[in-house]
């Protein structure tokens, strides 16, 4: 299906059951629409399933806003899903009126957070680090967390 053909189909057509990707999801990226965040996490994954890496949705950091790191939804969420097996971890962040992206290199034990408008009102590191140790100590009990958690950089 070429872009014409999304673009001049009905909305409710599914393109990605995997994803529950929709016509009108697509539809979002032309002109000066707002990104939608099915299509983010579609692409997320697309770039999981080419690279070493875990992707988490962007509806990671509105649960850890909401409930704090200890909530039992995060911890069913991410039940199944070894964080740390692949060489990165790649979480969108959709910041009140921009996305932002948090990426953990487990093998160079680097995690670099790209905001584009150097956000420093939304503390998105503060909530997602505790939420990340909890992960490693649950994984990785005998390795120390402080040791992979060095180096954080904020990027224009």
């Known amino acids: ?24 999801d697509i539809k979002t990226l032309r002109k000066t629409n ?7 996490n579609a692409y997320m994954e697309l770039i999981c399933k080419a690279e070493d890496a875990t992707c988490l949705n962007s ?15 995060l911890e069913k969420w991410q039940k199944n899903v070894d964080l740390f097996a692949k060489r990165f971890i790649i979480v969108p962040v959709f910041l009140s009126a921009h996305w932002t992206l948090l990426l953990v290199d487990n093998k160079e034990k680097k995690i670099l957070y790209f905001d584009s408008y150097h956000n ?16 490693w100590i649950r994984r990785k009990p005998k390795e120390k967390y402080e040791e992979y958690a060095g180096i954080r950089v904020l990027v224009r």
Do not use: C
Not at 34 to 40: E, F, K, M, T
Not at 120 to 135: A, C, G, I, R
């Open 34 to 40: 707002w990104l939608n965040d099915v299509v983010v």
């Open 1 to 24: 299906m070429t872009i014409e053909e999304i673009y001049q189909g009905k909305d409710d057509v599914e393109l990605d059951r995997n994803h529950s990707l929709f016509v009108k």
């Open 59 to 73: 509806h990671l950091y509105p649960k850890l806003r909401k409930k704090g790191e200890d909530a039992a939804s």
């Open 120 to 135: 420093t009102t939304e503390n998105f590191w503060y909530k997602f680090e505790p939420w990340l140790k909890k992960q």
